[in-house]
């Protein structure tokens, strides 16, 4: 999985670290810093340590008066001192390490010296919490920040002990999503009020007492939630048509003010940009495709849906690539069968954001594979481009070449059997 080079263990405390920020208050950073601390020393020759570290950090969590950043710099402390006792290659060990034959993977709770965690065992991120708020403006703001945070935690859960040196897309970065709030917080809910009826939504129900998250659940405020989708999308409908104007110059002259208001559209594109590039991920161009996707996900994303096919990839992962020892080997291409099955379902866009999780979740899952893969939706790069533009640009990165040089050598003939479709 990888090897002892500085960038592979600096990778583990960043996403330790990444995952750690995620904690929403001191009792799920504890739960979270057990978990890691268990997941980390998991063999049985750890239990002694693992008891005596998860000791300390419970006492050290019920001092009185201790802010959540400096238990936040204690946790990673912990995870940096655990991660430079050990070697990579011991942790290349453990994830090879036979599951048992007593359940799925033999599956232990912090602590529990007797089990271990499967290698395709994840730390999830807890779900957004609902606020309320003092006005309209800002009721809106938090509940679409609340809704495209249902998506963000979905996409930010991670196996610790996966280290890949490859920088993630923006959906699967913890870092990402403050920015994308910021940005909805401050350009596009602003914008959104513009149009009057929106506004003159703001005296119609006592909003003080509504929370983020009812206008996504209660049925008696269905109504007002479509209005506000309705501004939603009248905002990115606006900057798709000036980046479409970029790339495509209008042929007919515009009057001064629908000129003004095309240059601001696009000056606001190269804000956006700006606004929520990071080093930390990948962020393709605002291009039309892009500000489609950023349109569509509060609408698009069904998150039991897609619960239940992350699972399905999971256990057909685990049958095909990495069999535990309670499941059945599965045939060749059964899990190119359940990603083709996954962009039908999720669609093209978080489709694609699925199979870059899995690379980063699934120890055996390599880029050789993924590039294997794509060529399941085209013959040749235009084509692929065309169907999986996400996919195709996450495997040009520069940083992902280079990963992929460094893969071990395995079964090639195997591992395209098992991701490409077989010739007629």
């Known amino acids: 999985m990888a090897d002892s080079s500085g960038e592979e ?12 920020g995620t904690a929403v208050d001191d009792k799920a950073l504890l739960e979270m810093t057990e978990k890691l601390v268990s997941v980390y020393l998991q063999s049985p020759n750890d239990a002694e340590v693992l008891a005596q570290t998860l000791l300390q950090v419970r006492g050290f969590f019920h001092k009185s008066g201790l802010s959540m950043d400096i238990l936040r710099q204690f946790s990673v402390q912990v995870i940096r001192v655990v991660l430079r006792s050990r070697p990579a290659e011991y942790y290349d060990a453990m994830l090879n390490m036979a599951p048992s034959d007593d359940g799925p ?6 602590g529990d010296a007797e089990g271990h965690h499967a290698p395709t065992e994840l730390i999830l991120v807890p779900p957004p919490q609902a606020v309320t708020c003092q006005n309209f403006q800002d009721l809106v703001a938090e509940a679409l920040c609340y809704r495209l ?31 994308l709030c910021a940005v909805v917080r401050e350009t596009i809910a602003p914008q959104m009020f513009q149009q009057k009826f929106l506004n003159g939504m703001a005296a ?6 509504i929370s983020s998250a009812d206008l996504w659940r209660r049925p008696d405020l269905h109504a007002d939630l479509e209005k506000i989708l309705k501004a939603w999308n009248a905002v990115w409908k606006k900057l798709y048509r000036a980046e479409h104007a970029r790339q495509y110059p209008l042929d007919q002259r515009l009057s001064p003010s629908e000129a003004h208001a095309l240059t601001r559209d696009q000056q606001t594109l190269g804000e956006l940009q700006h606004l929520l590039s990071g080093p930390e991920y990948a962020l393709p161009k605002l291009s039309m495709g892009q500000i489609k996707i ?23 992962y685990e049958q095909e690539l990495d069999r535990r020892a309670y499941q059945e080997k599965a045939r060749h291409g059964a899990l190119r069968d359940a990603y083709l099955t996954a962009l039908d379902v999720c669609g ?39 169907h999986v533009p996400q996919l195709i640009r996450f ?3 520069e940083d992902t070449r280079r990963a992929a040089a460094r893969e071990p050598d395995r079964n090639q003939a195997e591992m395209m059997a098992s991701a490409c479709a077989a010739e007629a």
């Open 9 to 20: 263990f600096d990778e583990r405390v960043i996403n330790s670290a990444a995952l750690l």
């Open 105 to 110: 993977g033999g599956l232990g709770g912090p």
């Open 149 to 179: 945070r249902q998506i963000t935690t979905f996409f930010q859960r991670r196996n610790p002990l996966v280290a890949r040196g490859v920088r993630a897309p923006y959906l699967l970065s913890p870092a990402f999503e403050p920015r």
């Open 204 to 209: 119609t129900r006592p909003w003080r007492q």
């Open 294 to 316: 950023f349109q569509t996900l509060p609408t698009q994303f069904d998150r039991p849906v897609m619960e239940q096919v992350w699972k399905g990839l999971r256990q057909t």
């Open 348 to 386: 093209p866009a978080l489709g694609e954001m699925l199979i870059a999780l899995s690379f980063y979740s699934f120890p055996r899952l390599s880029l050789f594979w993924l590039e294997q893969f794509s060529h399941n939706l085209g013959s040749h790069r235009d084509e692929r481009m065309h």
């Open 395 to 397: 495997l040009e990165q």
